[in-house]
């Protein structure tokens, strides 16, 4: 498989990320995805440990508050794709304070950000977490219930959230919750919630169909109270925020879906070349043989497509559309490029003898998480209609 720089010209930052990244993922992350997948509800905090000394867990974080100042989009793609390729769900897992600080980022002050992004660019970085999703809101976060109800110098906090990513580790977790129920996104307003705050409860680690490196689990909030000054932005600048911070995990997203669809087409591409049937190696087969190319075309325009949307979102310019284009292809490529390599793999691809199973499993996930295959096209559409 030919590299993924070629016909690009990168920076030598640039490569020496992408140096480290692949370093990374192929010598710690791929060992250990099957027995991470086997944990089922435990994330693998010592490949965290070890990604932190790296600079893995905050390359993505400002300089100024000690983070590897990897703030164009470009860049993080390209260490997302190669963490990916090694694992999906591990990367994911190692990269997602990004997640965390993208409302701090852009919602806080000054002094919110030294306090809230700084301790994650240390050597022993605590993990943190985003509360939107709630058991009757999904697709629609404008419509969320969870309230936020001003009371002297704090806000008091009541609802519930589930599927939060990281939960039953977080230190921090960003809230999204609304002063003005039944405004839907002109009331949404973020908080930064402490762990140990009371009235804060962390629920049962919720079985999962893949990506188990990272826990997710529902949040309980029975009358959290939290200061104003955790307020991120003034009262319902919330929305805009996390909009701005799905264009760019969007983005990501489809990254981190072309390192698994290019794992995929590797680990197809050498069985091929090594599995023989009616006295040929199978890559001889035209069956096949069109299965592979048309693998690699969608590893090459899932890699493109990010790669325009994060050019875009790093010019500054309004990028949702683009950011939706790039996830729902290369999510959807990550599905079908599983599936291939799974059906060329045969009986193989079905057993856990082969990662191609769990792939698969992890795949799915990325159709549905941040905006649906369904909400992709419809944000796509509505541009279109504009």
């Known amino acids: 498989m030919r590299a993924i720089t070629d016909g690009f010209e990168l920076t030598g930052e640039q490569r020496d990320f992408v140096a480290?990244?692949?370093?990374?993922a192929l010598r710690e992350i791929r060992p250990r995805a099957r027995e991470v997948d086997d944990a089922d509800h435990e994330s693998p905090l010592d490949l965290w440990e070890k990604a932190a000394k790296l600079g893995l867990t905050s390359f993505m974080l400002p300089e100024q508050y000690g983070g590897g100042g990897v703030t164009d989009l470009v860049t993080q793609a390209l260490v997302t794709e190669e963490l990916s390729y090694g694992d999906i769900g591990i990367g994911n897992l190692l990269t997602s304070n990004g997640f965390f600080a993208g409302p701090v980022e852009t919602l806080g002050t000054p002094e919110q950000k030294e306090r809230w992004l700084r301790p994650l660019t240390?050597?022993?970085?605590p993990m943190t977490a985003l509360a939107v999703t709630e058991p009757g809101v999904g697709s629609d976060a404008?419509?969320?219930t969870t309230r936020a109800e001003r009371d002297g110098a704090d806000y008091v906090l009541t609802g519930q959230k589930t599927w939060i990513s990281n939960a039953p580790y977080a230190r921090w977790i960003v809230v999204?919750?609304?002063?003005?129920?039944g405004s839907r996104s002109r009331g949404v307003s973020a908080f930064v919630v402490e762990r140990e705050t009371p009235g804060l409860r962390i629920g049962r680690a919720l079985p999962k169909m893949g990506q188990r490196a990272i826990v997710s689990a529902e949040v309980f909030l029975?009358?959290?109270?939290?200061?104003a000054?955790?307020?991120?932005?003034?009262?319902?600048?919330?929305?805009?925020?996390?909009?701005?911070?799905?264009?760019a995990s969007r983005i990501l997203i489809a990254?981190?879906?072309?390192?698994?669809?290019?794992?995929?087409?590797?680990?197809?591409?050498?069985?091929?070349?090594?599995r023989e049937q009616f006295g040929v190696p199978i890559i001889q087969h035209q069956a096949v043989a069109f299965r592979l190319a048309d693998m690699a075309a969608k590893v090459d325009a899932s890699r493109l497509l990010t790669w325009r949307a994060a050019r875009v979102h790093d010019s500054g310019r309004p990028c949702a559309e683009e950011a939706a284009i790039a996830k729902l292809t290369a999510s959807e490529n990550a599905m079908w490029c599983t599936w291939a390599a799974l059906q060329t793999h045969g009986g193989w691809g079905y057993s856990?003898?082969?990662?191609l199973e769990k792939w698969m499993r992890d795949a799915k996930l990325e159709e549905i998480e941040e905006g649906t295959s369904d909400i992709q096209r419809l944000i796509i559409s509505r541009s279109l209609a504009r």
């Open 20 to 24: 480290l990244a692949r370093d990374f």
């Open 122 to 125: 240390g050597g022993d970085p």
């Open 142 to 144: 404008a419509a969320l």
């Open 176 to 181: 999204f919750a609304t002063v003005a129920p």
């Open 222 to 227: 029975d009358g959290v109270r939290v200061p």
């Open 229 to 247: 000054e955790h307020r991120l932005g003034d009262e319902g600048q919330g929305f805009y925020g996390l909009m701005r911070t799905f264009d």
């Open 255 to 274: 990254a981190a879906c072309t390192g698994l669809s290019r794992a995929a087409l590797d680990a197809a591409l050498g069985y091929a070349k090594e």
């Open 352 to 355: 856990r003898e082969f990662l």
